[in-house]
């Protein structure tokens, strides 16, 4: 039983929430409330939280002089390491509540229940203040609601006001589907929001020793190795190691010694608890099964993970040129990708992380950017990444779009010649006046808002909403496409996705021919997952 949260207990809440929200990433995905399965709330919060762990285990534990406390500064790597890390709305909105914390305690002498009470009201105003247009039932329910809990609990016990504050936001997730009626209609609670229960849950048992019940765990994603660049250390050494180790002081002296003479880049960072610690591994080597075999034989390693390094060094982004201009796109399939690189524009791939498209911008050199999201969920981390970018002194502007049909609209009209701004505006207006629509089959019974669906039904949705359900693709597609044109249009825009059948945009072409003979239709491989057709109407 803790009556403080120190360094140390911060950074097993770390290891432990991460290790929890990986359990349970399969049933947080499964909390999608839409019936198409392509559900990543559970993977975003894990590559989130994922991001937030590797921050702390690259810190060598010396204290910057910088005023922060022990606590206050691993708080703050952890809040560091989300932000650039975020993915998805909810990884987004986690960073800010991770910075709400480091903010109210990075210069506290001690954490206890009431530091605790006023980091969780602090995250709540910087998880709101995140979100363009806050919407409860969210995530953002959940964390006010553990806020509130936390205050009126009243004390300065901290194991008193961690349950206080978990059982608040497990008594708000349940309420959220009474806030939500999509989530009513599915039958499902909020899946950041669960996410969110899941951390505090961990939090909970790093203070009080206490294990919260769980319902039966998911199994987590299995991952395929990554590939990435050197950071630090010798190129002789062509992989890096990482793994959680249980292991005595001695045991870890032992090893660290061991592994020194295996490669380079070593670092081992104990939590700091009594005897048995546990303790961070990382280092760089080319004889992989003899660094985790060193670590069984000094105790007892899990989370081991292993990457293996890029053939060269990333190149350094090119000098920023003051009068030049790029787009950034966020796209998912590969027709899609090489339509947007025949624009001029930087791709990068679906649901990515605030450093990805952080990265992005900079490697365009160019002092003006704009970002094209291309997905609701995707727009927060956008948002955030172009804050960033502004410290770099590269101004960014974000134009909301929700669909690669409303991209092309919006690059369509780019202009060098204008203002920046101007053009930026122009491109606004282009997405704006591009109806989307998609078609995809559904992955689940569910109650739409065009009444119930079963699996396997053909869905067509216009902007983000279910119009038609229906049984044959190619009747649902033209039925959609003759319901937009009713209200107007002169071109129509077909992508086409990996699953659709040979034939559909002809066919769906040949129905717009006949029945609307003023209107043009273009029509490309786009290759995205999930959707068959995306659609629009300009």
């Known amino acids: 039983m803790l009556d403080t949260l120190d360094a140390a207990a911060v950074r097993r809440w770390c290891a432990s929430g991460l290790a929890t929200l990986q359990r349970h990433q399969g049933e947080i995905d499964d909390l999608n409330v839409f019936p198409v399965p392509d559900g990543d709330t559970g993977i975003n919060l894990v590559l989130t939280l994922t991001s937030a762990q590797q921050a702390l285990a690259m810190d060598l534990g010396t204290l910057p002089d910088d005023g922060h406390t022990p606590h206050g500064h691993v708080l703050r790597l952890m809040a560091q390491g989300a932000l650039l890390g975020a993915r998805g709305n909810s990884g987004v909105i986690l960073s800010q509540i991770l910075r709400g914390f480091a903010d109210t305690l990075a210069t506290a002498p001690a954490v206890r229940g009431r530091q605790l009470a006023a980091a969780l009201a602090a995250a709540t105003t910087a998880a709101y203040a995140a979100v363009a247009h806050p919407v409860e039932g969210t995530l953002l329910s959940v964390v006010a609601a553990a806020a509130r809990a936390a205050g009126q609990a009243d004390s300065d016990e901290l194991p008193t006001v961690a349950r206080a504050a978990a059982g608040g936001a497990a008594r708000a997730l349940a309420r959220t589907p009474e806030q939500l009626p999509a989530l009513a209609r599915a039958g499902v609670v909020d899946a950041g929001g669960r996410g969110l229960c899941l951390l505090l849950d961990a939090l909970v048992e790093v203070v009080t020793g206490e294990s919260p019940q769980q319902p039966m765990l998911a199994s987590p994603a299995v991952r395929p190795p990554a590939t990435t660049v050197r950071e630090a250390g010798s190129p002789a050494y062509a992989y890096e190691v990482q793994y959680l180790l249980d ?176 053009d930026v505006i122009a491109m606004a207006e282009a997405a704006g006046a591009c109806r989307y629509a998609e078609v995809c089959h559904a992955g689940r019974e569910a109650l739409t808002v065009a009444g119930p669906c079963r699996a396997g039904d053909v869905l067509a949705l216009v902007e983000g909403e279910v119009h038609l359900i229906g049984a044959d693709l190619l009747d649902t597609c033209t039925a959609m496409v003759d319901r937009m044109l009713g209200g107007g249009g002169e071109l129509v825009t077909l992508l086409c996705g990996a699953d659709a059948p040979d034939g559909l945009a002809d066919r769906v072409r040949e129905h717009v021919a006949r029945s609307w003979p003023f209107v043009e239709v273009q029509a490309y491989e786009g290759g995205q997952p999930h959707y068959p057709l995306l659609v629009g109407i300009e």
């Open 247 to 422: 292991a005595t002081d001695d045991a870890a002296a032992r090893l660290r010694a061991e592994l020194d003479a295996l490669g380079d880049s070593l670092v081992i960072v104990g939590d700091g608890g009594p005897g048995v610690e546990t303790w961070n591994v990382h280092v760089h080597v080319n004889d992989v099964g003899a660094a985790i075999e060193a670590g069984i034989v000094a105790g007892r390693p899990h989370r081991i993970t292993v990457t293996r390094f890029a053939d060269q060094v990333a190149p350094a982004p090119p000098a920023l040129l003051p009068d030049g201009r790029a787009a950034v796109v966020v796209a998912t399939g590969a027709g899609i990708a090489e339509l947007f690189a025949a624009e001029g524009a930087i791709v990068v791939p679906a649901n990515p992380s605030t450093g990805e498209l952080l990265d992005a911008i900079r490697a365009t050199g160019a002092a003006r950017v704009v970002v094209l999201p291309n997905d609701p969920n995707t727009q927060s981390v956008a948002s955030t990444a172009a804050q960033e970018a502004h410290g770099l002194g590269v101004k960014v502007s974000v134009v909301p779009t929700r669909s690669p049909v409303q991209a092309l609209a919006a690059l369509a009209v780019r202009d060098p010649s204008r203002r920046f701004e101007d």
